[in-house]
T-cell receptor, first 114, second 114 residues
Framework: KAGVTQTPRYLIKTRGQQVTLSCSPI?????VSWYQQTPGQGLQFLFE???????NKGNFPGRFSGRQFSNSRSEMNVSTLELGDSALYLC?????????????FGPGTRLTVT | AQSVTQPDIHITVSEGASLELRCNYS??????LFWYVQSPGQGLQLLLK??????LVQGIKGFEAEFKRSQSSFNLRKPSVHWSDAAEYFC????????????FGTGTQLKVEL
């Protein structure tokens, strides 16, 4: 079974621009979560989508948004990029639903804002 | 709010020696507990998880972890470390109420001396 895929793997943007990152979960997984990883703040939860609905949200400004499609693929968008948005953005998928499920992570998208 | 503490930022062990990485959590009840490993430039790989039941859980690559409710701990162990185990290790918790919001510790960087 193919793992979680994220595109693009690397991205360089200029301050003030916007960016869209894509995540394809493991086949059959309905939950997709997004995390930001930086040297200063570590791994932080952005949001989770399950069956096309945002189920959980972290403490990030409204510039960070996401969505999930009917095939469970997800995108996250960051508008008005700031230098501090430079990070590794990780996507994770799980079966979701009720109960306990482990999350499987993709390789990440490395975003550099200049 | 839940939190995770990994008190050791860096640990160095000799190849073949035993390893224990510490993890303490703060949560109102018993959360779901995870250990992930991250190699440079890579995403996170799940080593093992605890949901309920037997407090000693076995994972991949010869790792195990023990959940101790009285100490709010979930320490990771390996009896004999291999050079390929050098990586960063993250402990994480998720709420038992549903959803996939992982809260991560700050990570422990493991160096293996040959």
């Amino acid at each position: 079974k193919a793992g979680v895929t994220q595109t693009p793997r690397y991205l360089i943007k200029t301050r003030g621009q916007q960016v869209t990152l894509s995540c394809s979960p493991i086949s059959g997984h309905r939950s997709v979560s997004w995390y930001q990883q930086t040297p200063g703040q570590g791994l932080q939860f952005l949001f989770e989508y399950f069956s096309e609905t945002q189920r959980n949200k972290g403490n990030f400004p409204g510039r960070f948004s996401g969505r999930q499609f009917s095939n469970s693929r997800s995108e996250m968008n960051v508008s008005t990029l700031e230098l501090g948005d430079s990070a590794l953005y990780l996507c994770a998928s799980s079966l979701g639903g009720e109960g306990a499920y482990e999350q499987y992570f993709g390789p990440g998208t490395r975003l550099t804002v200049t | 709010a839940q939190s995770v503490t990994q008190p050791d930022i860096h640990i160095t062990v000799s190849e073949g020696a035993s390893l224990e990485l510490r993890c303490n959590y703060s949560y109102g009840a018993t959360p779901y507990l995870f250990w992930y490993v991250q190699s440079p430039g890579q995403g996170l790989q799940l080593l093992l998880k605890y949901f309920s039941g037997d407090t000693l859980v076995q994972g991949i690559k010869g790792f195990e972890a023990e959940f101790k409710r009285s100490q709010s701990s979930f320490n990771l162990r390996k009896p004999s470390v291999h050079w390929s185990d050098a990586a960063e290790y993250f402990c994480a918790v998720a709420p038992t109420g549903g959803g996939n919001k992982l809260t991560f510790g700050t990570g422990t960087q493991l160096k293996v001396e040959l």
